[in-house]
């Protein structure tokens, strides 16, 4: 019961805090359910992440339904999901209710250009950390570039290029030793 | 009949719609055609422009704002519930497929790949979101903003300090929003 509640409220945070949408989240995640409560670690995100990708819906959804799922079954699934999304659709219908303009105002869109920065910072600084330890061969630094580009830079689609390293690494890694 | 309706169009958009929030973009526009009395594709940009600024996963975000628009809080419901559920449905699927195959080299050596291209996937998300903040539309036209850079080298230089790598992220959050604020940015 206490884990249920621990889920639920994790997630509401990880949901309330989250700008910019799924990847943005990955900071918040990170110190909730790697750092504090010790539920998955960076590899297993990471793991999440991927298959969120290449899994229909919403990533932060998917995540969160795993992330719930190993806790404590379908239940803890359930609880974890509706944790994540309760915030988002209580503050949607408060906006939509309320403030019709609210993206006019001026002192309201001065505060998320700063929180936008401040996440940008986040998901570096969190990249970084795992690019450290997820990188640690040239192979890999490659992949995590190369993945960078084609995404950043050549605008391809993260679905493509996340099963296209799926296919690769079967092949490349899991033809030779294991790891 | 309008709730079925919501409920089969956005169940629609959350099995289809893969890779996150933005997928199910061409999945609304999609509504907005099939169902001129829901909303206008101008009514939808708001709606996007809203959801992208506010916290909480965009597609849940927009799925929301169009129920709501659509139907109030009991179609907001509707939506985001439909939008959800596939999601929900696929995960533990994929979680008994996954439980079967842990021991295969195989799908080991995907997953070992897909973890840096994930971690680039995800550099490359928070280069857009960093390039749309420092190279920013301003009166008509495309400025460099001068402050909104310097304000990210700060945070990233303090969230590289060893004292202060522990603070929780909220705490840059709030911080972002003070200064936001502060510096009209």
Redesign the interface.
């Known amino acids: 019961m206490k884990e249920l509640f621990d889920l639920f409220y994790s997630f509401m945070l990880i949901g309330v805090f989250t700008f910019g949408g799924g990847f943005a989240m990955l900071p918040m995640l990170t110190r909730e359910i790697v750092d504090k409560h010790h539920w998955a670690t960076d590899e297993e995100l990471l793991d999440y992440f991927a298959i969120g990708q290449c899994t229909p819906g919403v990533i932060a959804v998917n995540t969160a339904t795993f992330i719930g799922y190993r806790r404590h079954g379908a239940l803890g699934a359930a609880v974890a999901t509706l944790g994540v999304v309760l915030p988002s659709f209580i503050i949607i219908v408060l906006i939509a209710t309320f403030l019709s303009n609210f993206m006019q105002i001026a002192w309201i869109s001065n505060a998320f250009a700063g929180i936008r920065i401040a996440v940008c910072a986040l998901i570096v600084s969190t990249v970084l950390k795992l690019f450290k330890t997820n990188a640690n061969t040239w192979q890999k630094a490659l992949i995590a570039i190369l993945a960078f580009v084609c995404v950043a830079l050549l605008r391809l689609s993260p679905i493509y290029v996340t099963l296209a390293f799926l296919v690769f690494g079967a092949f490349f890694f899991g033809r030779r030793r294991s790891v | 009949m309008t709730y079925l309706l919501l409920a089969y169009e956005f169940f629609k958009a959350?099995?289809?719609?893969?890779?996150?929030?933005?997928a199910?973009l061409p999945y609304l526009m999609e509504m907005s055609q099939n169902h001129p009395t829901w909303f206008t594709l101008d009514e939808l940009m708001n709606m996007i422009?809203?959801?992208?600024?506010?916290?909480?996963?965009?597609?849940?975000?927009m799925a929301?704002?169009v129920g709501?628009?659509v139907g109030g809080?009991l179609g907001?419901?509707v939506a985001?519930f439909s939008?959800?559920l596939?999601?929900?449905l696929?995960?533990?699927i994929?979680?008994r497929i996954?439980n079967r195959f842990r021991t295969s080299?195989?799908?080991?050596?995907?997953?070992?790949?897909?973890?840096?291209?994930?971690?680039?996937?995800?550099?490359?998300?928070?280069?857009?979101?960093?390039w749309?903040?420092i190279y920013r539309e301003v009166a008509g036209n495309m400025q460099f903003q001068w402050i909104?850079f310097l304000?990210?080298l700060c945070?990233?230089t303090t969230?590289?300090l060893k004292p202060l790598r522990k603070l929780?992220?909220?705490v840059?959050?709030a911080?972002?929003?003070?200064?936001?604020?502060v510096?009209?940015?």
Request: charged share 5%; aromatic share 10%.
């Open positions: 959350g099995l289809f719609a893969i890779g996150g929030g933005l199910t422009a809203v959801s992208e600024s506010t916290p909480g996963p965009l597609g849940v975000n929301s704002y709501f628009h809080v907001a419901a985001t939008l959800v596939p999601s929900y696929t995960v533990l994929v979680i996954l080299r195989i799908v080991n050596g995907g997953m070992e790949a897909l973890r840096p291209a994930v971690t680039g996937l995800i550099a490359a998300a928070g280069f857009s979101v960093f749309s903040s909104a304000l990210f945070f990233f969230m590289q929780h992220p909220l840059y959050i911080a972002g929003a003070v200064l936001g604020i510096l009209q940015l």
